[in-house]
Nanobody, 125 residues
Framework: QVHLEESGGGSAQAGGSLRLSCEHG????????VAWFRQGSGQAREGVAN???????RYADSVKGRFTISRDNAKKIVYLQMNSLKPEDTGVYYC???????????????????WGQGTQVTVSS
């Protein structure tokens, strides 16, 4: 059974940093594409970053140069290092896992079959 569990959310001041973790497992492909999404209050869910089986990463324009996605394949954890945080980064952050190929769709695609429960990130000015 596929499971995804996010951790590391919390509060930060603008300009600060947080690191999110997504533990993934239970899938026949041990190196799936994993992505981070976020959803602000009253806003649509949007793609933030994804990373494929080979470590290739993609980012939304709004986070390029500030966020870094990485993965520890031995631990089956995908990280999202968030630096230079802005109040507009506030929202619930979700990790999601794609299909069997290990390759990722476009960063804004929401077509992921497996999702975590989300973790809250709040950035104050």
């Amino acid at each position: 059974q596929v499971h995804l569990e996010e951790s590391g959310g919390g509060s930060a001041q603008a300009g600060g940093s947080l690191r999110l973790s997504c533990e993934h497992g239970g899938y026949r492909n041990e190196l799936p594409c994993v992505a981070w999404f976020r959803q602000g209050s009253g806003q649509a869910r949007e793609g933030v970053a994804n990373i494929d089986r080979g470590g290739m990463s993609r980012y939304a324009d709004s986070v390029k140069g500030r966020f870094t996605i990485s993965r520890d394949n031995a631990k089956k954890i995908v990280y999202l290092q968030m630096n230079s945080l802005k109040p507009e980064d506030t929202g619930v952050y979700y990790c999601a896992q794609y299909g069997a190929s290990g390759f990722c769709p476009d960063v804004q695609s929401l077509n992921y079959p497996f999702w975590g429960q989300g973790t809250q990130v709040t950035v104050s000015s």
